[in-house]
């Protein structure tokens, strides 16, 4: 453990430290061990909760090489279980969404048949025999939790953590966003040729920026530098007390939010002036999501691993119902920003990926201002149960981003 690669009084990493073992990025074993280790134990995030709406309202969630059947029982409640029948293994719910209008699940197989809490009802055709006991075939649980209005699942079910403890201060920064009101306005959907690891470690750093984000660098000053935030630069406290935004950070004069023309349509309720000055804050729910919050939208962007060099990423843009209704709301002006961006980010990772397998490449090496992929690396060795290089800062990622 060396907790002097960060302790300096700014935020940037004090020396060299080694990237992840470029095998990591297209070893299939490895990416197993990924999946089973940090996919398989995490809450990922599946979808609004508002996607399933009504008794017996069902979608299919794959993630893991685990398909996951979430539904709304009878009684509103969310119910989750791994689709798959436990007669003999046949995927049960073969559409991706949809509703289970007779308040029942049938498997389309041999018509075995569950009821929305998961307990078996019937067995088809097949009649009884000695040594079965129908409520010994009930459905395979999987834990969900609900947070604001954003649904997870986690597949260690019983010994998964308790949701809180696992986001640990990583969503404190947009507690003020309201978050459960909001409706999605408009979607996103890409697969990229790049292991899922390469997205966060882009999205924690701004070196690449100013060459591959000149609108967003417009818009935030701050990132014309190559750096997130003012504690980024090893000589900021000579300027501690400028609220210039090239060295502060935040938006540009006249810049309201993310958008083409810097102008916010209106503002969300309940938001604080810092809040509504920050430009953007972010939440994030390792490994699988970050919200962006804005003045007036937020932007869920969700990621899921595809196999060991492909991955899925969507976004959705979450607004106010009644801004949305607005007729004279302009949504385009907002989403074609942040899906500029996305497409930015999304060949950076894929450039990134094409060029990880080249011979005695073993690994790369993480400069000062990569701190926070530094800090992303580690909890990925964490999670694997590799030495960590400075495991007591790992949870200081959400205030770091703040500063
Ligand atoms: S596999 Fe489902 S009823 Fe046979
Ligand atoms: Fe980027």
Redesign the pocket.
Known sequence: MNDEVLESGFNGLTSAQPSLPAAWYYDPDHHTREMREIWGKAWVYLARAASMDGPGAFRVFQFAGQEILVLRDREGALKGFFNTCRHRGSALCVDAEGRLDKGRITCPYHQWTYGLDGRLLATGAMRPVAGFERTEHGLLPVALAEWRGFLFANLAGPQAPAFDQAAAGELDGIANWPLERLVAGHTYRRELACNWKIFWE?FNECL??PN??PELCELVPIFTRAIMARRDDPGWAAEAGNPDPMLAGGLRDGGETWSMDGRAQGALPGLSEPDQAAGHRYGVVMPSLFIACHRDYVRAVRLVPLGPERMELSAEWLFDPEMLARPDFDKAKITDFATL?ME??GA?CEMNQRGLKAQGYEHGVLMQEEYEVFLFQDWVRGALGETMIAHSKAASRASRRAE
């Open positions: 882009n690449h920026c591959l984000h961006v930015q980010d950076a």
